[in-house]
């Protein structure tokens, strides 16, 4: 058997479990040797990862289960680079709460976001229903854990509990909707759920249901409308470090789904899941951004931008098919709109690290800069990071010249592209509305008197990575083209082999 497609699964495994039993005997005062292995995983696995994707090739392990792809290669080099930046902001604001302080807590923040990782990695690369679905089981457990990691702490408790409940669900609306195209197709493999869906000797009614109940699933792990009722509360009571866990890598691994199960398995039934996907991209984004009109809790705030921005993500995957005939469509669309789609999610999570890295910045014992006036005056505190603020609320109001701006270009490229012109009209108008709420956080920052005047304190490595951060975002705004190319060149071959 060839293993060499599972080798950054199987190293991180590993990795994590031997950094698990080392942290066992480590004192408070190394915690940092749990710190710098957990970095030095992560980076062997980008070097695994990376080499796949400089060979291009596509490879399959256990019996075509599993999948090694470009575009399953590059989604994992972004979630190790989102895991890492998370780390690296999240280590003093967790030492700060107790949350590596020994006892039960110990290292458990660090392990328990690895093994999330290699559940996003199983879902990037699973080619058979089973195989996401336990790459899917593997991050939302750690996550949940994650979520309730300060057990002290009522507000995290009661996020974790409802994130917890309503993930059970939509793990249920998942896997019964597998279970009815394995029931129709006789297969748990995609790539023979394709062909038996394009046989055209299924009943559509038995196929459609089964998309119905797996984009549902997909819906709720995206956090759109109107599943989202998870996510404001959950990214308001988690502690930042994990909220930023949950808004940033688990993006990626749930575009990689929706692309694995809805284009590579079900292809044929695009007439019939895109229709879906319309109304669950216009919803999020009106109540996205309507709704964070009204917050002044910042996480919460991010919270319905993210709904919003998910919605827009999601344009981009509906607009890959045009008309009926679903093979060829494909040769016309695919490629721009989805590759634009995947732009969009690495954009979003890059940008996304940013604005929760500030927050924990910000942040210090005894007080957390959740709310938007905690950020009155940054400007005077330190003009630098309030710049850096700055970018980062620019690019998710679509501004240029920066990352978030040609993200959107693209998508509503592709949206017109696929003749859905007031698609594009009602995206562009709901996008003018969510410019608002970013524009009020640079507002308050710039032109608000402080309101807190204590020092700002961070570690140099936070500080020298929360600032390269800001400034991709305005490199990859003014120089698209690399990461763009990247992007398209991996779904072409994904979807070409």
């Known amino acids: 058997m060839n293993l060499n497609p599972v080798y950054p699964e199987i190293f991180l495994v590993v990795a994590a479990s031997a950094i698990l039993l080392i942290d066992m005997f480590m004192a408070d005062a190394k915690r940092n040797v749990t710190y710098v292995l957990s970095l030095a995983s992560l980076a062997v696995c980008a070097w695994l990862s990376y080499d796949h994707f400089q060979s291009g090739a596509t490879a399959y392990a256990f019996h075509g289960m599993f999948v090694s792809d470009p575009m399953a290669s590059l989604l994992k080099l972004f979630s190790y680079l989102a895991v890492g930046v998370t780390l690296i902001y999240s280590r003093r604001y967790a030492t700060d709460r107790g949350m590596l302080g020994g006892g039960m807590l110990g290292g458990e923040f660090y392990v328990l976001a690895l093994f999330s990782l290699v559940g996003q990695m199983v879902m990037i690369s699973g080619n058979n229903f089973l195989v996401i679905y336990l790459g899917l089981e593997l991050m939302s457990l750690s996550l949940y854990a994650l979520v309730a990691l300060r057990r002290d702490h009522a507000v995290s408790t009661e996020a974790a509990m409802k994130y917890f409940i309503l993930g059970a ?25 394709a062909k ?51 808004g940033g890598a688990p993006k990626l691994a749930a575009f990689a789904i929706c692309i694995r199960l809805l284009v590579e398995g079900l292809l044929q039934l695009a007439i019939d899941w895109q229709q879906m996907i319309m109304v669950l991209a216009v919803l999020s984004m009106v109540i996205g951004n309507i709704t964070a009109i009204a917050q002044t809790n910042l996480k919460r705030m991010l919270a319905y931008s993210t709904i919003a921005q998910t919605g827009f993500m999601l344009l981009g995957l509906m607009s890959g098919v045009v008309g009926t005939d679903a093979q060829h469509a494909m040769s016309q669309n695919a490629v721009p709109a989805y590759s634009a789609a995947m732009f969009y999610s690495i954009t979003y999570v890059l940008t996304t690290l940013g604005t929760f890295g500030l927050i924990m910045l910000l942040s210090r014992a005894g007080f957390e800069a959740e709310n938007i006036d905690d950020l009155k005056g940054l400007n005077q505190r330190s003009p630098w990071f309030a710049l850096v603020m700055g970018l ?14 040609y993200a959107k270009f693209e998508v509503l490229s592709a949206v017109i592209n696929a003749h859905q012109v007031w698609l594009a009209v009602v995206a562009v108008l709901l996008s003018l509305i969510g410019a608002f ?7 308050v920052m710039y032109f608000d008197e402080p309101a807190d005047q204590a020092k700002i304190e961070a570690t140099g490595e936070m500080r020298l990575v929360l600032s390269l951060n800001g400034l991709l975002a305005l490199a990859l705004g003014i120089f698209p083209g690399s990461l763009m190319a990247a992007c398209a060149t991996a779904i072409y071959k994904t979807l070409t082999t």
């Open 392 to 405: 980062f609320m620019f690019s998710l109001a679509g501004i240029p010249p920066l990352m978030g701006f």
């Open 196 to 246: 038996a869906t394009a046989s055209g000797t299924i009943k559509p009614l038995i196929l459609v249901f089964g998309v119905v109940f797996i984009v549902a699933g997909l819906a709720f792990k995206l956090g759109a409308v109107p599943f989202h009722m998870w996510v404001p509360d959950v990214y308001q009571g988690a502690p930042t470090g994990v909220t930023l866990l949950l």
């Open 169 to 193: 669900l939509a793990s249920g609306f998942l896997l019964y909707g597998m279970s009815m195209l394995y029931g129709a197709t006789g297969s748990l493999e995609l790539n023979e759920i």
């Open 437 to 443: 709420y970013y524009l009020r956080v640079v507002k």
